[in-house]
């Protein structure tokens, strides 16, 4: 295929099968085969989640196989490839996490190669590595798939069990919080140094999800699934 017929493909049709298995085999050569599996099952979960939950599932398919495009950089390449492309950077997340810049640094770098693909695309993609407090349901749908896809084998396994018994069963809005809160607890039970942005985001749904996890209280105590 040249790439003129890439292009073609996807100006024809951005969230087709054709273009999403042209994404798929471009990102294979950009990242190990562990992290390409990982893609895969995003974008799968992603496309069941906005089934389940209303969303465009082709769309979701396509944030779901890029979401993790810059993930294969070393963390010296991702600080070179935020100031090349001008991805505005917090200061602390330059030294001390840098791994945070492969959501931005994709969301900027497809965004100029591959336009055809919008904004809430782009948005997804730049925020599954922090979140934020005003998820679209896209952006949610991408966080959460991240977390649950079937492979994960890191992390607090049970509060990822828990997480995936409640799909279907909570509103987006409400999981995402919940997915945002699994990530937190994980963080702080590693000893994990917290974006400032990250607390701020918290306080924030806090705010406006506290009676939720009030009133969910509950769902901690619930068995895990198998
Ligand atoms: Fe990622
Ligand atoms: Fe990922």
């Known amino acids: 295929m040249t790439a003129k017929q890439d292009m073609s493909c996807i100006v024809a049709e951005p969230f087709g099968v054709e273009t999403y298995e042209l994404m798929k085999s471009l990102l294979r050569e950009r990242v190990g085969k562990k992290r390409f599996e990982h893609s895969v099952n995003v974008s799968k979960v992603a496309r069941r989640l906005a089934k389940t939950y209303g969303a465009d599932p082709d769309k979701a398919r396509l944030a779901g196989i890029l979401h993790d495009w810059d993930k294969g950089l070393s963390n010296e390449d991702l600080r070179d490839r935020a100031q090349d492309l001008g991805v505005e950077v917090d200061p602390m997340v330059l030294t001390d996490m840098p791994w945070l810049l492969h959501g931005p640094t994709a969301a900027v770098a497809l965004a100029r190669e591959y336009p055809q693909f919008g904004s809430d695309v782009f948005q997804a993609i730049a925020r599954h590595t922090s979140g934020a407090a005003d998820m679209t349901p896209l952006d949610a749908i991408i966080y ?49 140094v917290l974006y400032p942005a990250t607390i701020e985001t918290w306080n924030i749904l806090m705010r406006t999800h506290g009676h939720i996890a009030k009133h969910h209280i509950n769902i901690w105590d619930m068995p895990a699934v198998d």
């Open 144 to 192: 959460i798939a991240d977390i649950i896809e079937p492979d994960r084998s890191f992390g607090d396994m049970e509060g990822i069990e828990r997480l995936r018994a409640l799909v279907g069963e909570l509103p987006l809005d409400e999981l995402y919080f919940q997915a945002f809160k699994y990530t937190l607890e994980f963080l702080i039970s590693t000893d994990r």
